[in-house]
């Protein structure tokens, strides 16, 4: 009997693909395009001007071992970005401080289902949109569930409250720091630039979310037969009040420093053009506040930022091998060739249709890509001059990568957070997808929407 299919991991996955990215410098014939500077200095290709070179390198199996390197080196302002806000963020986890908000939340609403369901989701989604939380939130399974019981829901409602919430945070995110900043320094935009039409989805999009999650939770109110996993139900469980941690003054203050540090960033990209370095550093007077804040100690602090950055290990080597492949791809020089070939059908159809359709593209792409990103730095390099050739500014280029990696987070079997926290809760996956496909279809169709809109007002 044969063994079923398993998707690789993603490390191997990103080796195969550069394995398959030397292939092609031997099989397409090299291209490039003529670039101007923008307003930034950042080179634009200029649409029309493709042309196949007559002579082309030819790149030996050894380029695979040395792009791996190369593109850690290359990557490596993004990398040490993403290991030092990792770092900080357990170092705010580990004073309680988000999980004592989580449960005043909790505890205040528990007899209002639509407010219990609503707070936490928007939580959960303004941690991801700023902070770019998500794994931290597997933790918390287990109390969600006991509060979703104890109102007489299902334990598939407090998944659908933390997984949802924590999708369209990613989704509509304002400045992740590791999806949109990442593309944007990709696709050569200012980091947090075009924020603004962001801020202006998150809510709309978020109520979309809340409204699939609240009408399957008033279904099972109503009929608990209707659950989706009533068979795997487990009654004994029962509300532990003293779960989450008290909202001590300490606590308060350390989520008041985060608000000055959301409300310090979002000034900083806007009007003092920070970069990566800047916002590196504004990370780190976080963590220091913190740890002033709440008193921890040297030796405490140390271990949790060592632990949160060692976590993210694995994330920066995503990095890495994602930017080998763009780096093979250019020292074979078919990159423009590849940009050219893709875009000529989306040519023919119009800058609205063509947005849609690298919104299908990224989405298909995080099936094999959850890293966000990892996705970033091998989809970008090519969509970023596609976008110019089509007419669709970089920074829609951006928001439809955005889109495609962060909703369909939500569905995704290989997302491994994803499907811890259905291991957490003892979730079936074809369960949980026959739950989240018609709000992917919703959403899908909401997204594409605001993309045209995008397109027809140059954002």
Known sequence: MSKPFKIPNTLVLLFIMQIAALVVTWILPAGEFQTQPNEVGRQLVIPGTFEYLEESPTLTPLAILTAIPRGLADAQDIIFFVLLVGGVLAVIRHTGAIEALLGRVLKRFSTRMGLLIFFPMLAFALGSSTFGMAVEFITLVGLLISFCLALRLDK?????????????????????????????????????????????????????GFHHVYRYAKLVKADPSRSLVADLQDASVEVNADGFPEMTRTRLMVLLAMLATIITLVFGVMVLRWYLVELSALFLALGLAVVLIARLGADESATAFAKGASDLVYTAMLIGFARAIALILEDGEVLYTIVHGLSMPLSMVGAELSVVGMLLMQSMMNFFIPSGSGQAYVTMPLMAPMADILGITRQTAVLAYQFGDGFTNMVVPTNPILMGILGVAGVPYDRWFKFIVPLMLKILLACSVILIFAVWIGY
């Open 156 to 208: 598939m409602t407090a998944v659908a409250v933390l997984v949802v919430g924590y999708g369209v945070g990613y989704g509509a995110a304002a400045m992740n720091p590791f999806t949109v900043m990442v593309a944007q320094g990709v696709a050569g935009l200012q980091p947090g630039s075009g924020i603004w039409l962001r801020l202006l989805i998150f809510l709309p999009l978020l109520l979309l």
